[in-house]
């Protein structure tokens, strides 16, 4: 399985982006998705996850009420709206599949996308 993320950008506090994240490969109705974030000089940190047929999500307490994540298992594609940004979610994001059929966020993942910049200006 590859996963290819895109959608990121540079957007003013406040905005809102969506990125993707296609799959390409089987199995992707059976994995659990989820994103991930590296800020520079930063530890990555888990951002929102979704179990494999989308019926829970969860997400860290930093992106609640902000951050949705979703998916569309007909296009093999998960989702992150991200809404009212903040300068401190400029980061790195990284997509993430993993065969338990959730993810966890601690960041123990089968899968991994190339990652898309993310920049929120002040």
């Known amino acids: 399985v590859q996963l290819q993320a895109s959608g990121g950008g540079l957007v003013q506090a406040g905005g809102s982006l969506r990125l993707s994240c296609a799959a390409s490969?089987?199995?992707?109705?059976?994995?659990?998705m989820g994103w991930f974030r590296q800020a520079p000089g930063k530890e990555r940190e888990f951002v929102a996850g979704i179990t494999s047929r989308g019926g829970s999500t969860y997400g860290a307490d930093s992106v609640k009420g902000r951050f949705t994540i979703s998916r569309d298992n007909a296009k093999n594609t998960v989702y992150l709206q991200m809404n009212s940004l903040e300068p401190e979610d400029t980061a790195v994001y990284y997509c993430?599949?993993?065969?338990?059929?959730?993810?966890?966020?601690?960041?123990?993942?089968?899968?991994w996308g190339q990652g898309t910049q993310v920049t929120v200006s002040s």
């Open positions: 490969g089987r199995g992707f109705s059976t994995y659990g």
């Open positions: 993430a599949g993993s065969r338990l059929g959730y993810i966890l966020p601690s960041g123990e993942s089968d899968y």
